[in-house]
């Protein structure tokens, strides 16, 4: 045998451990399993894909799941009711791409082994009960692209980077639901290279390709879809597939204070920014209107001043932008996507006329005041894929909801996609699903 699946069933009790050491795939999520994860765990040495997620699993993690396995590429625990601290045995030489811990009832700090996981691509420890400070020291990982560690208790201020390169590949970041302080990382959005880049490749899924294994003179390939929950537009949405089209920055709902940094409108490929509900101050950055594609803002709910820039009707893209409940006045811009926004993305500003508002402009508020400074900084928010025309502006929008595969095949096609091949070439076909 080498991959169990028993996912999406009814399974009740204690976690079934396979016998056969030789087993590469083991997936038991979406039951409702119960208990503790078994020690015997430990002796699946040649594991490559463990997925125990969505069940009702508890106690603490075992300390072997950090090293149990060199082979093992992705490891799946969340939606269970785990506890305790992670185990800080993650060692060097792993082939760990894949780490999803979220949604669980975990406690301590961010272990530093995790340092050792150079593969790593995609590390969720969101909504949990972590308290540490920002780990910094993970920006030494090269490949890690999506980086989740909204809902914890994180706080403090976010120290600057040791060097010029650190989280180069990152795509998604969520800090959000936190008590972090201080100024916005300013220095380390220079870092992102990942989010520079305004030249949209081909379609594709982000995942994790699992490590080949030959089994009666076939080479099987497997493949691990990136998957999480993530705020859009005001509501958090599930997204089964990411594409590799996203680019998003969420530090909402902390207590960072100062203003918008100029280092925000480095990142030209930026799509997806929320700031809202903290302490900033200061204008609405001029530099936005550089960020060409841009889909959504929200800085909703902080103490930002001054006039909304005229020269964001030049973002065409641009489908949701909540500026409420903040400190600005003067002329709502007038044309293109603000002319389908509704009032409420601009309640809260008494300061504030002209369309959708039902307050009209004066002569004097209808024209940029003089003495507001420009500013020197970029936001977006956003990034939905599914194609759909939006006013005079045509934005591409992949809308992955809440998607449960009823049958135990398609969910094996969708999460670890297994397609044999004879071992004499060993090269890669892929099947559309």
């Known amino acids: 045998m080498n991959t169990l699946d028993l996912g999406f069933n009814k399974l009740q009790g204690p976690l079934p ?4 050491v030789s087993i590469y795939s083991y997936l038991v999520s979406n039951n409702q399993l119960t208990g503790e994860i078994p020690i015997q765990i430990c002796s699946l040495n040649g594991l490559h894909a463990l997925d125990l997620s969505y069940n009702n699993l508890s106690g603490m993690l075992p300390e072997c799941l950090g090293n149990f396995s060199v082979e093992l590429s992705a490891q799946k625990l969340q939606a269970n009711n785990f506890y305790g601290i992670i185990p800080q ?77 650190e989280f180069p590949k990152l795509r998604i970041i969520d800090l959000s639901h936190n008590r972090f302080t201080g100024n916005l990382p300013s220095k380390h959005f220079h870092c992102w290279n990942a989010m520079k880049d305004i030249k949209a490749s081909k379609l594709t899924y982000l995942q994790v390709e699992l490590m080949p294994y030959d089994v009666l003179g076939f080479t099987y390939y497997g493949y691990a879809d990136y998957s999480l929950t993530m705020s859009n537009k005001g509501i958090e949405i599930e997204y089964p597939k990411l594409s590799n ?11 960072f204070v100062g203003e918008i940094p100029a280092s925000i409108a480095s990142l030209k490929g930026l799509r997806t920014l929320n700031l809202s509900n ?24 902080n103490k930002l001043t001054g006039q909304i820039p005229q020269q964001l009707v030049e973002l065409t893209s641009l489908a949701f932008f909540d500026v409420s409940h903040n400190h600005l006045k003067g002329a709502i811009p007038q044309g293109t996507q603000f002319s389908t926004f509704t009032n409420e993305w ?15 402009c004066g002569n004097s508020e209808a024209s940029p005041a003089e003495d507001d400074p420009p500013s020197e900084s970029v936001l977006a928010f956003g990034w939905k894929i599914v194609l759909a025309g939006y006013a005079s502006g045509t934005i591409i929008e992949v809308v992955l909801g809440h998607i449960f595969c009823t049958r135990k095949y398609e969910w094996v096609i969708k999460t670890f996609r297994l397609h044999p091949e004879s071992s004499g070439r060993r090269r890669r076909h892929r099947h559309r699903m």
């Not at 089209?245 to 207590?255: A, G, H, V, W």
């Not at 903290?278 to 909703?300: A, F, H, K, Q, W």
């Open 346 to 360: 601009f309640a809260g500003n008494t300061g504030l006329c002209g369309e959708p508002l039902s307050r009209k």
């Open 89 to 165: 045995t993650f060692m060097n030489g792993t082939n760990l791409m894949m780490i999803d811990f979220s949604n669980n009832s975990l406690q301590g700090r961010v272990p530093k082994s995790l340092a050792n996981c150079v593969k790593l691509k995609f590390l969720n420890l969101g909504d949990n009960q972590i308290t540490d400070v920002f780990p910094s020291w993970l920006g030494t990982l090269p490949e890690l692209e999506v980086f989740i560690l909204k809902f914890n208790n994180f706080h403090g201020e976010i120290e600057e980077p040791q060097t010029g390169f």
């Open 278 to 301: 903290n302490n900033l101050r200061g204008y609405i950055p001029l530099t936005l209107s550089n960020l060409t594609v841009m889909e959504s803002l929200d800085t909703s709910s």
């Open 245 to 255: 089209l996203i680019t998003t920055i969420i530090l909402s709902d902390n207590n």
């Open 17 to 20: 451990v396979p016998s056969s």
